[in-house]
Every structure is written in structure tokens, then in C-alpha cells.
């Protein structure tokens, strides 16, 4: 499942489809996967001005979770790892895995995708650990099973 999941820059940071500025196309899923990660009109401005846009920018427009000070990159990406994987790892897989999936089809392809994962994941041990130890006051205790 490629992509990237969460992005976090420094102010310094630039980001830009800069291929028609020389003559080129953004090939490689460039055109495809950006309308489907941003609103149209902010990835049409990415993929049409061919302008390297501020940190801050990426942010407005939403291609950026966060901008920290550049000493805090590593930390903070570290930090959203954490949250991450403090979740049911069998459930994060699946909820990524559904989105990507669902995103190539219909609605109707999604639901059904969402459908079948659901049905998985509602039969894992991890499924039985996670409400067990909130009921316990207690944090659970993944397995991946």
C-alpha cells in the first residue's frame, strides 16, 4: 500500500509539481493520486501553476499534517508513530488497507471492502482484548491475532 500516511515539515520545507515549468509531465501517479489527496482545486493548482509552494501553504491547502521546527522533525514523526502504534496493529492495517482499496473504486466498492474487513478484524483476538481492557481500566495488550 503505497503513500505516505501522515507528512510533517519544517517552515523551510518547499513542495511543487514542477514538470510543466519545464516542459515536462508528472508522470509516475502524480496526476492520478493528487486530486484524490487533496481538494480538486488546490491539486489542480499544484499540477497547473507548476510554483514550488511554502510549508505553510501545503499545510492551508492540506497536503501537510503539521510544520515544526526543524529540530523537531525526527521527534515529532517519532511521536505520531507512537500514536499509531499504540492502536491494534490488525486494525490499523485494515483501516489503511480499506482506504486505499475503496479510494480506487466506487462507493459502493468501499462499503463493501469496509464490509469484509470489518467482518476480519471483529474476529481477531485483538478484537476481544481492546473493549475487554477498557472495561478492565487497563491498556490492552495487542497480539496481532
Same mark, same amino acid.
Not at 518547499?14 to 509516475?28: C, H, I, N, Q, S
Not at 487533496?38 to 493548482?45: C, D, G, S, T, V
Not at 529540530?71 to 499504540?86: F, G, K, Q, S
Given at each position: 500500500?503505497?503513500?505516505?500516511? !501522515?507528512? !510533517?515539515?519544517?517552515? /523551510?520545507?518547499?513542495?511543487?509539481?514542477?514538470?510543466?515549468?519545464?516542459?515536462?509531465?508528472?508522470?509516475?501517479?502524480?496526476?492520478?493520486?493528487?486530486p484524490r489527496?487533496?481538494?480538486?482545486?488546490?491539486?489542480?493548482?499544484f499540477?497547473?501553476?507548476?510554483?514550488?509552494?511554502?510549508?505553510?501553504?501545503?499545510?492551508?491547502?492540506?497536503?501537510?499534517?503539521?510544520?515544526?521546527?526543524p529540530?523537531?522533525?525526527?521527534?515529532?514523526?517519532?511521536?505520531?508513530?507512537?500514536? !499509531?502504534?499504540?492502536n491494534?496493529p490488525?486494525?490499523?492495517?485494515?483501516?489503511?488497507?480499506?482506504?486505499?482499496?475503496?479510494l480506487?473504486g466506487?462507493?459502493d466498492?468501499?462499503?463493501?471492502?469496509?464490509?469484509e474487513?470489518?467482518? /476480519? !478484524?471483529?474476529?481477531?483476538e485483538d478484537?476481544?482484548?481492546?473493549?475487554?481492557?477498557?472495561?478492565?481500566?487497563?491498556?490492552?495488550?495487542?497480539?496481532?491475532?
Open positions: 500500500m503505497g503513500g505516505v500516511d !501522515i507528512r !510533517i515539515a519544517t517552515a /523551510r520545507a518547499t513542495f511543487g509539481v514542477m514538470e510543466p515549468k519545464r516542459g515536462l509531465f508528472a508522470g509516475g501517479g502524480t496526476t492520478a493520486r493528487l489527496q487533496l481538494a480538486f482545486p488546490a491539486a489542480m493548482e499540477l497547473l501553476t507548476a510554483e514550488a509552494f511554502p510549508a505553510s501553504r501545503a499545510l492551508d491547502l492540506g497536503l501537510l499534517n503539521e510544520i515544526v521546527e529540530d523537531e522533525l525526527m521527534p515529532r514523526a517519532l511521536e505520531w508513530a507512537a500514536r !499509531i502504534c499504540a491494534a490488525l486494525a490499523v492495517q485494515a483501516t489503511k488497507e480499506s482506504v486505499i482499496r475503496g480506487a466506487t462507493l466498492d468501499a462499503y463493501g471492502i469496509e464490509a474487513l470489518s467482518t /476480519r !478484524i471483529f474476529a481477531t478484537a476481544k482484548e481492546g473493549p475487554l481492557a477498557f472495561k478492565e481500566k487497563r491498556p490492552p495488550n495487542w497480539t496481532a491475532r
